[in-house]
């Protein structure tokens, strides 16, 4: 959705994406705006709680089925497992992504890690689909006046007809740009701890091709996971930079992610927004 800085000002019922690289910002955002007047929906919990709660469980149940005791007890419905996540915390949707590798070091067959790395994204596309229905929910049946819509880093891969279109007809699409500084902040944070990521198929197909021929391993059960991760990280954030560029310049407004620790309140973060538009 394309507005000026008045017509933003002004209206009635604000609806913002948040896009960019995971640690520009973004949760940092919403923070800041108050919870009685914005609605925060996260990708991430969505697909957590709606669309991989299943495959997420059953998961966890293969696993402690591997233990004998635990096992029984779940056979005789003694103990249950369920899902307990929060908006901050969605560990167990993390460690179902994985990390491609070798088992022994705790990483996935790369046919097994496609297979997942398939629902999380069909379950992304099905997730950003349902914001128009939550915008509807979020004023009309718990008075929120304003939505914002923390989305992933990795949305940035769905195509228009996927996401976008929809997307920019019933929000302001925000890209929180990092600077050089700030990616390689990112970038040496991601070596510190490596988490589990999406990739799109053909980079990480082109990438751990590479990645074997440099290290001159046979296949992705010699690969350390965390090393991989390490490794192909700062590939990704130049991969993905374009494709927020292209986003942001079709769709929406760049904004300099840096600025966001300057923000106090919600009046901040609405002159923040609207220097965007302004200098788009």
């Not at 991430?44 to 089925?65: F, G, N, V």
């Not at 007809?161 to 500084?181: G, M, N, P, Q």
């Not at 290290?215 to 927020?244: C, I, K, N, T």
Request: charged fraction near 30%.
């Amino acid at each position: 959705m394309k507005l000026t800085a008045r017509q933003f000002r002004d209206w009635t019922h604000k609806s913002v994406t948040l896009l960019g690289m995971s640690g520009v910002g973004k949760t940092t955002i919403s923070s800041k705006l108050p919870a009685s007047r914005w609605f925060h929906y996260s990708g991430d919990y969505r697909i957590a709680t709606r669309y991989l709660d299943e495959p997420i469980l059953d998961e966890a149940k293969r696993l402690a089925m591997q233990d004998p005791v635990l096992r029984d007890l779940l056979i005789r419905d003694s103990i249950y497992i369920r899902n307990n996540f929060s908006i901050d915390q969605q560990y167990s949707m993390s460690g179902f992504l994985g990390k491609v590798g070798s088992p022994d070091r705790g990483g996935l067959s790369l046919d097994e890690f496609k297979r997942r790395q398939s629902l999380f994204r069909d379950a992304e596309i099905r997730a950003m689909a349902d914001i128009p229905a939550f915008m509807t929910r979020a004023r009309g049946l718990y008075g929120y006046p304003h939505f914002l819509n923390d989305a992933g880093g990795s949305i940035c891969g769905l195509t228009d007809e996927e996401c976008w279109d929809e997307l920019s007809r019933s929000t302001v699409i925000l890209y929180l740009h990092a600077s050089s500084a700030m990616e390689h902040v990112l970038i040496e944070r991601a070596r510190g701890k490596p988490k589990p990521l999406f990739y799109e198929s053909d980079f990480l197909d082109e990438h751990l091709a590479q990645y074997l021929e440099e290290m001159d391993l046979g296949s992705e059960r010699e690969v350390d996971p965390d090393e991989f991760v390490q490794w192909v990280f700062p590939a990704l954030v130049s991969y993905r930079r374009p494709q927020y560029e292209h986003i942001a310049g079709k769709y929406g407004y760049t904004v300099e992610a840096e600025q966001i620790s300057e923000l106090r309140d919600e009046q901040d973060i609405i002159d923040f927004i609207c220097d965007g538009m302004v200098g788009s």
